[in-house]
């Protein structure tokens, strides 16, 4: 889904060229170059996250045998 709108937003760049200066090519570039970075972090974050929280739902299990 985000892949889409990033190439989404690639489309709305490139077709900006036209009638943009050169400075604003150069800051749309950066500024897509920025959000796809993001995005790449985003995702690793989110990941990270998942792992983080199957660990800790083990050692909420363990907790809870030890318990009884």
């Keep these: ?3 889409v709108k ?9 077709a900006a060229r036209v009638q943009a200066s ?3 090519v150069v800051l749309m570039d950066e500024m897509l170059n920025e959000l796809k970075l993001l995005h790449e972090q985003n ?3 989110r ?3 998942v792992q983080a929280r199957q660990k800790s739902k083990m050692s909420t299990k363990l907790k809870e045998a030890l318990y009884e």
Excluded: G, H, I, P
Excluded at 6 to 14: C, G, H, I, T
């Design 22 to 24: 050169d400075e604003s």
């Design 47 to 49: 990941k990270s996250l």
């Design 43 to 45: 995702a690793q974050l």
């Design 6 to 14: 990033l190439e989404s937003w690639q489309a709305r760049v490139d």
């Design 1 to 3: 889904m985000e892949n």
